[in-house]
Each structure stands twice: as C-alpha cells, then as structure tokens.
C-alpha cells in the first residue's frame, strides 16, 4: 500500500509563512508527478501547485510567487513553502500523486487556516 501522509498545517496571520510536508511511503521518484491541492468550504477542490518527475514545477495563478513546491528525495517528501499568506489561502491541503500501477493517490489533508 502506498500512503502520503501530509503535516505542517496550522494557523497562520496574513502575510505569514508556513510549509506544509508530503511524506510518501516509497520513493517520489517513482511517481510521475505530485502535487498540492486544496479545497476551501464549500468550493471545490483546486490545483495548487505540481512538480513533475524532471522537477518542473507550475503553479496557480492566485499563488504565483507566493508559494514554491519543492521535494527531498532523501526523505521521500514533498513541500509546499507558502509565504505572503491571505485570507483566501484558508482550505484543506491535500498532497497528491501519480504512481504507475496505484493510479491517483491521495493524503487525507492538513488544514491552513489565515486569520488575525
């Protein structure tokens, strides 16, 4: 069974930072792609960010230059560094990934709530 495991999720004040983790249960590497979505209530669930198997990385237009994605292959994580937080940042984060053979696998989300 291949699991993700996301953490890092808190509360945060706007313009704040905090990063988020993705722990796979085997190498990213493996994976043809990953990447972070987010769901806020009562909206549906959104592409954050993706970084490929060759690292390219793309982003949401709402989080271009705010946020980067990024992996450590020595620890079989995945980040989402989130800086310059606002108010809409709030929602459940979700870590998702492509893996030949399992399909579609996803974490059970982190909750990041802005707030003064």
């Known amino acids: 069974q291949v699991q993700l495991v996301e953490s890092g999720g808190g509360l945060v004040q706007p313009g704040g930072s905090l990063r988020l983790s993705c722990a796979a249960s085997r190498s990213i590497f493996h994976f043809t792609y990953m990447a972070w979505y987010r769901q806020a209530p009562g909206l549906e669930r959104e592409l954050v960010a993706r970084i490929s198997g060759g690292s390219m990385a793309n982003y949401a237009d709402s989080v271009k230059g705010r946020f980067t994605i990024s992996r450590d292959g020595a620890k079989n994580t995945v980040y989402l560094q989130m800086n310059s937080v606002e108010l809409r940042d709030t929602a459940i984060y979700f870590c998702?990934?492509?893996?030949?053979?399992?399909?579609?696998?996803w974490g059970q989300g982190t909750q990041v709530t802005v707030s003064s």
């Open positions: 998702n990934g492509a893996l030949a053979g399992w399909g579609i696998i």
